[in-house]
């Protein structure tokens, strides 16, 4: 579908476009057909730290050359006509998810490409994190088979050896429990 605006709105909306664009809670690069970056939005430069004025009338292609990042989309969606993703590092290590959507022109060719982005280094950290505990569990549930014929001697009094018992029947559900 498209839509349609009216011609004295048109000239007022591109006045905005910057402003439109840096309302985006993500990051939002436009580049041409040719690979040249024509706009990005705050979030874009607090993202990748490279600056607008950097990026602006840069070819994407140098981009990458120059090491500001390891891969862009543009190239892509140009040659496929369609849209991309995929997964960017920049020089500071962020990890950032690339949505790169062709946008035609009355002919069906790519005249522009808009790449949405957004910043995955939480959500990589977290799934280390998550692979670590997960690991340091497995870890703590072989040690524990490997000692469940004798209970640890902590447990000598009859009190420990009940409240032994009381946590062995919650271990097999998924109830958080707190023991004083």
């Not at 490409?113 to 870890?139: C, G, M, P, Y």
């Amino acid at each position: 579908t498209y839509l349609f605006i009216f011609t004295g709105a048109r000239r007022m909306l591109s006045d905005y476009l910057g402003q439109l664009c840096d309302a985006y809670p993500d990051a939002i690069s436009i580049s041409d057909h040719e690979g040249q970056m024509v706009l990005v939005n705050k979030k874009h430069s607090e993202i990748t730290g490279v600056p607008a004025g950097r990026m602006l009338g840069s070819s994407v292609r140098t981009l990458v050359s120059d090491g500001v990042f390891d891969v862009v989309l543009n190239p892509q969606i140009v040659a496929e006509k369609k849209p991309a993703t995929c997964v960017q590092t920049v020089a500071s290590g962020r990890k950032l998810v690339l949505n790169g959507q062709p946008i035609f022109d009355e002919r069906g060719e790519v005249r522009y490409v808009i790449t949405f982005i957004r910043d995955i280094t939480v959500l990589s950290n977290l799934r280390n994190e998550i692979e670590h505990q997960k690991e340091l569990l497995d870890a703590f549930h072989r040690l524990n088979r490997d000692n469940a014929k004798e209970p640890p001697l902590i447990m000598e009094s009859r009190a420990m050896r009940r409240l032994y018992e009381e946590i062995g029947n919650l271990a097999d559900t998924d109830v958080t429990a707190l023991i004083l």
